[in-house]
């Protein structure tokens, strides 16, 4: 690997230095009880500003795959997790899409995501959009919080116990959002199970291990340090694999295939190398237990990775249209 691409992680954790540290000390600064009782606080206004700082480019970079992944794919109920900004809304189709909820735990980006869903057509007084303040892996307060949740076409809904309340999602879509939760196999196998319906579609864009033995190595070396600086995000997580690999166990429940390494609860989980490969193919048994949890997957990765230049980006991202069996 050439020497600017291995140190080329530094630029991006001294630009949120710049971007965030001053911001934040000031802000402990100003309430220091309220933040040193509660340090997870911390970390989350150091993240609005960095995210404040790189959103848009961010955005602007992924544009033309998010358009292809998103805007013909996305139907009905769309629950967006890790939404940050709701750059998401950008690329929904208002005719297709009947109900916008962005799920971020860091309430301070939810003005961020008014604004944007604001400007796509969606808003709270109408029921098009739902903020929620939960965490992806908190799949009980998503189903109460949807079981209390009127829709568009049913303004006097009726809430129902989160025990009883089917799937009622009809898109799940992750841009940029399994790199960070803690236990990403199991908290989508159980949105997965729990929140998106049979014939549902999940769409996900994410950065992904590298296929290269010698970037991924490096990938691994940057991750702890990397997750410091950007609230949890790991570049060295193969999600593409893990979302591939989600199965339907014998006693009908989802199991996750390709764990993430280090993650609690994925101890004899198998690996499906190459599975980025299955563009356009129907799911069956294929290897290991119980069948596939999608009846169809559409995978493919971002333009230029398959270059010397573009191969060595630490970043690569992979795309992914999932259907639910």
Request: hydrophobic residues 40%; contains cysteine; charged residues 20%.
């Amino acid at each position: 690997m050439r020497l600017s691409n291995i140190l080329g992680p530094l630029h991006g954790l001294w630009l949120g230095l710049t971007l965030a540290l001053v911001p934040t000390l000031r802000a402990v600064l100003r309430a220091p009880r309220r933040f040193l009782l509660h340090p997870e606080r911390i970390a989350r206004v150091y993240m609005a500003h960095v995210w404040a700082g790189f959103g848009d480019g961010v955005d602007e970079g992924g544009r033309g795959e998010k358009e292809r992944l998103i805007r013909p794919h996305a139907v009905g109920r769309v629950l967006d997790i890790g939404a940050g900004h709701g750059h998401t809304a950008r690329y929904l189709d208002r005719a297709r899409v009947t109900q916008y909820i962005a799920l971020e735990p860091n309430t301070l980006m939810h003005a961020r995501i008014r604004a944007e869903a604001a400007a796509a057509g969606f808003a709270e007084a109408d029921g098009s959009l739902v903020v929620l303040a939960c965490g992806a892996e908190d799949t009980g307060a998503i189903l109460a919080k949807l079981s209390l949740t009127p829709t568009p076409s049913s303004p006097t809904h009726s809430p129902s116990h989160p025990s009883h309340t089917p799937p009622q999602i009809d898109t799940l879509i992750s841009v940029l959002t399994l790199c960070t939760v803690p236990r990403p196999a199991r908290t989508l196998a159980s949105l997965v199970r729990s929140v998106l319906k049979p014939g549902g579609r999940f769409l996900m864009a994410e950065h992904v291990l590298s296929a290269r033995a010698d970037v991924a190595r490096w990938q691994r070396v940057w991750a702890p340090l990397w997750s410091v600086g950007f609230d949890g995000c790991r570049m060295d997580r193969a999600t593409d694999v893990m979302v591939a690999g989600l199965r339907v166990g014998a006693s009908g429940g989802l199991e996750g295939e390709g764990g993430m390494e280090g993650e609690e609860g994925t101890e004899g989980w198998g690996s499906l190398e190459g599975s980025g490969g299955m563009e356009g193919k129907e799911c069956g048994k294929g290897g290991g237990e119980g069948e596939s949890a999608w009846s169809e997957v559409r995978t493919w990765r971002q333009e230029g990775l398959d270059t010397d230049e573009g191969g060595e980006n630490m970043f690569g991202h992979s795309y992914g249209v999932f259907v639910k069996r």
